[in-house]
């Protein structure tokens, strides 16, 4: 079955230090993976997807992602936090290509918590 | 970019009626179009997903009478949450394909239902 897991419910770091939010996957064939944010009471915003090629995906806000087949793991990274970085954090697979459908399965998402 | 409109974004309503939900695609036609329901700092779950011009696919364990989902156009997906409980509230959001956009899916804002 096809599956995401984000194993941190919360993450904490300090404005300015580096911030990683992880993602492992589980899916047959090859993954389509995607990062959202969300913030209180408001839809999903993109960050970034994989596809296919450079195993270094750059995204919105300054966001990138690490895909690694060897690991099924997707981690979202960012050179330095901002307060406005807080938000709640969610990694996606898509298991079917567009042609065939493509429904999102979720992670249960990670509360990123940046303090000044 | 793609953008997906949805409304209201809060409802309140007294347990028994109904209430709609709707999702309008507005820069983009929206063949599919899927209702996610969310509750508090949890994942989305996956309700549906709605075709346009044909019966919506619903998850296991979605009723498809409590929860009518209506695609009669590429740019316009309606929800109607039918005799509604409190056990109904929760959040809703709905997110369409953009085949034509780099993120691939879109989501609206969001719909907070309370039901009194």
């Known amino acids: 079955a096809q599956s995401v897991a984000q194993p941190e419910d919360q993450v904490n770091v300090a404005e300015g230090n580096p911030l990683t939010v992880k993602c492992t996957y589980s899916v047959s064939g090859n993954p389509y993976l995607f990062w959202y944010v969300q913030y209180p009471n408001r839809g999903l915003q993109f960050l970034l997807k994989y596809i296919t090629g450079d195993n270094l995906v750059k995204g919105s806000y300054g966001f990138e992602a690490e895909f690694n087949k060897s690991q099924t793991s997707f981690h979202l990274k960012k050179p330095s936090a901002l307060v406005s970085d807080s938000a709640l954090y969610f990694c996606a697979v898509r298991y079917r290509p567009y042609n065939q459908g493509g429904k999102l399965i979720f992670g249960q998402g990670t509360e990123l918590s940046v303090k000044p | 970019g793609a953008v997906v409109s949805q409304h209201p974004s809060r409802v309140i309503c007294k347990s028994g009626t109904s209430v709609k939900i709707e999702c309008r695609s507005l820069?983009?036609?929206?063949?599919?179009m899927f209702w996610y329901r969310q509750f508090p700092k949890q994942s989305l779950m996956l309700m549906a997903t709605s075709n346009e011009g044909s019966k919506a696919t619903y998850e296991q364990g979605v009723e498809k009478d409590k929860f009518l989902i209506n695609h009669a156009s590429l740019t316009l997906s309606t929800l109607t949450v039918t005799s509604a409980h409190p056990e109904d509230s929760s959040f809703y959001i709905c997110?369409?394909?953009?085949?034509?956009?780099?993120?691939?899916?879109?989501f609206g804002s969001g719909t907070r239902l309370t039901v009194v």
């Open positions: 997110s369409a394909r953009d085949i034509t956009g780099g993120a691939g899916y879109t």
């Open positions: 820069d983009f036609q929206a063949t599919t």
